[in-house]
Each structure stands twice: as C-alpha cells, then as structure tokens.
C-alpha cells in the first residue's frame, strides 16, 4: 500500500508513481526507508573486490564511504526531470526485497528520443537471471511507455554479465573506446537497440510487463501524445 507520505510526494513528483511490473520484480524510485536498504545492499558487495566494472569507482571504499555515493546518487538523480535532462534511478525489488538498481536517463529526449541505461544487483544477487530480466523491464519502460527509437548501453570489456545482457537481449554493437578508469585505460563496449529490433524481438522476449503511472512521466519529460496508465507488454 502507499505511503501517504509517498502519495504527496507523487503530486509534486509523478516520478514516484511509477511502477514498472513483471511477476516477482518490480522498478519503482525508492523512498528514504527503501534508499536506506539500497545503500545497505551496496555496501554489502556489488562485485567482487578484484573488479572494477564501474568509470566512477563508487563501490571502493569504507561501508559508510559507499552509502554515501548511493544516497547522493539517488538524491541528485530525483531532481533531474527536466525534458532536456532527466533520469530514472529505479530501485529493483524481487518479492518485496530490494536487489539492485536500474537507471534510464536521456537528454533532449523529446528530440532525440534516444536513452541510456545502467544499472547494477547487489552481489548474493548475482547469477539468478535477474539482471536480464531488469534490463528487458526497462527497455518495455522506454519502448512501450516512452515511445523511444533508441536505447544505448556501454559495458567495460571485463565485464562479462553486462556485457552478455545486451547481447542476450538482441543489442546490436555500437563500436568501442577507450575509457580511463582508476587511472589505467579500459575498453568500453557499446551496444544500441533500435525501436525496429525491439519491435522484431522473439517470441521469448514478449512478456508479460506492466506499467503504471506513465501518463504523468510523458509528460514531465514533455513527450507528446496520451499513454494509458497501464500498458502490458505481449502484442
């Protein structure tokens, strides 16, 4: 049920209405309570500590030095929902637990019509398919409820998970750079899906998502024409 608190804020912010479901999983912005368990989540293991799958090496440091970077990465993010420059850090839940993060963010939308997608699961998380599954929920998120023509996501080179999602889900390579990272340089990998090969995505890739609250994200980010509050995802 939601909070009267979180109601309020939904009239000032619509973003806080979002809901973005697909059986066990849920994206939706989290509140302060459920921030705080994202943080907790992060400080407990992203990734393995060899790694560095991340330009901003957020995820090094003291337990309270990577809540800190989560909260003001969240908090920052909430504010930006400007049509030229907005983004959606959607927190992921299975079965009412909190998991991960799924961000989409986008400038000049309305123009463009083009976004970019990042995201990351806490690591007992890791390995249960769940990021493929976030990831497919928030390409129906932009696709089917944002009228996207194109979503763009990068990956370092060492990082095998991200980099088998995007392939998984039918991306097509979008070249690659050279990145620097923790001061050494690190290939980064781009991927780009077209509203045509999303449109042709297999049977296998048509599930069952739902959307809610999308009417007043169109439009905050100033795109034109209705939404229904719900759309499901099979046609």
């Not at 943080?39 to 990577?66: C, F, I, K, M, Q």
Request: aromatic share 6%; net charge negative.
């Amino acid at each position: 049920m939601t909070s009267p608190a979180r109601s309020a804020l939904n009239v000032i912010l619509p973003t806080f209405g979002l809901r973005v479901r697909w059986d066990d999983l849920e994206l939706r912005l989290p509140d302060d309570a459920e921030l705080l368990a994202l943080a907790n989540l992060a400080a407990d293991g992203v990734h393995d500590l060899d790694v560095v799958p991340y330009s901003w090496p957020w995820t090094r440091g003291t337990s309270d030095e990577v809540k800190r970077n989560v909260l003001a990465h969240q908090w920052r993010n909430r504010g930006r929902t400007a049509a030229d420059d907005w983004v959606l850090s959607l927190a992921v839940f299975s079965s009412g637990e909190i998991v991960g993060e799924q961000q989409v963010s986008a400038k000049d939308y309305p123009v463009t019509r083009s976004g970019d997608t990042g995201s990351w699961l806490g690591r007992r998380h890791h390995g249960q398919g769940i990021g493929t599954r976030m990831r497919l929920m928030v390409l129906h998120l932009a696709f089917e409820g944002l009228d996207a023509a194109e979503m763009v996501s990068e990956a370092h080179d060492d990082n095998p998970a991200s980099n088998a999602v995007s392939r998984r889900l039918g991306y097509t390579a979008n070249g690659t750079r050279a990145t620097a990272r923790e001061g050494r340089s690190v290939i980064e990998n781009s991927y780009r899906m077209t509203r045509e090969q999303w449109d042709a995505r297999p049977d296998d890739l048509r599930t069952e998502i739902t959307l809610e609250g999308v009417s007043p994200i169109r439009q905050l980010f100033g795109i034109d024409g209705p939404k229904q509050s719900t759309h499901r995802g099979n046609a």
